[in-house]
């Protein structure tokens, strides 16, 4: 029974001790962040617009409302709107309801 | 006299537009679009309410919707705050509603106090209430039976006082015929049954009481055959309301005979 987290333990040192794997600098290519959509977090480029997220999403041309940070974004401005680091995002259909 | 040039000159008037048909249904609870479309074209509902809700992200955004089944064009969609439980997210919901139907005013507000019950939270209403009126929203509110309540929510400016006749969805009829009185007596808006309906007589016992319309979901929705149901509530609310402007006879307890009583043989 010792023998087992001792082995387990001696696998971890040495993973800890490896060089960690080398990174692009992502601040020279496409700066990646995250926001929360619909309450889930989801990672997507820096300068995202909000008709960026709704084509990605598949939700291009759909009859959706969005609201960022409890600030509903008019249909008209969903091209300009970029989205940042950390925004909250919401989209919202009509469903069967009393 | 005759019914086919009576009909239009009573209609429904919310917020100044004219409805022919005084009952209003929900599009929950339905199997499929199919059976939502059928059962809202059988009741002759021309005001359905419809639930907004986050979209399902990674679900086939092409599917058909709701929309789709109910075009804004043929029904005038009437979005309402149901699962909301205070004042700022009803409020956030409305004017999500407002963007997804292109400036559309028209809303159903409801807030929830308790999910037991599903009573209204009658404080965060009325907070809600003033501040959507004061941003221009039409506002049909979802209110519990008591008449003082009622009246200060039509003070604030709701186009329409909707107050339960029993627990959503609970089927109960009309549990509280004195209380809806007392509203509809002291109303200068519509007042119309939002909830506790079960069958067609439910129906037809509020609009006899004087009520303006009845709103209803469960009760068509849930029935056996719902088609058939909202035929059935159609048919109801339109003898309820011929009912009421009739003038039914007062109760007495004692028999009066239908038959003359001169010229009996004998």
Redesign the interface.
């Known amino acids: 029974m010792a023998v087992v987290p001792v082995a387990a333990g001696m696998r971890h040192r040495a993973r800890l001790s490896r060089p960690p794997p080398v990174k692009r600098d992502a601040s020279r290519y496409n700066v990646r962040m995250q926001i929360i959509l619909n309450g889930q977090p989801r990672d997507c480029d820096s300068a995202t617009s909000v008709a960026r997220l709704l084509e990605q999403a598949g939700y291009a041309g759909r009859r959706v409302a969005v609201e960022l940070n409890q600030e509903i974004v008019p249909r008209s401005r969903h091209d300009s709107q970029l989205l940042a680091d950390g925004d909250r995002l919401e989209i919202v259909h009509a469903i069967g309801g009393g | 006299m005759n019914l086919k040039t009576t009909a239009p000159t009573d209609p429904l008037i919310i917020a100044g537009k004219s409805y022919g048909s005084r009952l209003l249904t929900?599009?929950?609870?339905?199997r499929d679009?199919d059976e939502?479309r059928a059962a809202s074209l059988a009741a002759g509902a021309e005001i359905v309410?419809?639930?907004?809700?986050?979209?399902n992200?990674g679900q086939?955004?092409?599917a058909p919707?709701?929309?789709d089944a109910l075009p804004p064009g043929e029904f005038t969609?009437l979005?309402?705050t149901?699962g909301c439980y205070n004042a700022a997210d009803a409020v956030?919901t409305c004017?999500?509603?407002?963007?997804?139907?292109d400036g559309h005013r028209l809303v159903k507000l409801e807030v929830l106090g308790d999910q037991k019950t599903l009573f209204p939270d009658v404080v965060e209403t009325l907070k809600a209430a003033e501040e959507l009126v004061a941003d221009g929203f039409e506002v049909m509110v979802y209110t519990s039976d008591d008449p003082i309540l009622a009246k200060r929510l039509e003070q604030i400016g709701c186009v329409a006082v909707m107050p339960l006749a029993a627990p959503?969805?609970s089927g109960l009829g009309i549990q509280n015929r004195y209380n809806l009185l007392e509203i509809i007596e002291n109303a200068k808006v519509p007042i119309i049954v939002d909830a506790g309906v079960g069958t067609a007589s439910d129906a037809a016992i509020a609009m006899e009481l004087g009520c303006d319309g009845v709103?209803?979901?469960?009760a068509i929705a849930g029935a056996r055959d719902p088609v058939l149901m909202a035929h059935a509530m159609k048919l109801a609310i339109q003898a309820g309301r011929a009912a009421f402007r009739a003038g039914r006879i007062p109760r007495k307890r004692y028999a009066s005979a239908s038959s003359p009583i001169d010229g009996t043989i004998g």
């Open positions: 929900g599009t929950g609870k339905y679009f939502t309410t419809v639930a907004i809700r986050r979209v992200i086939d955004p092409s919707s709701l929309i969609l979005p309402n149901a956030r004017k999500l509603a407002r963007e997804l139907l959503i969805g709103l209803m979901n469960t």
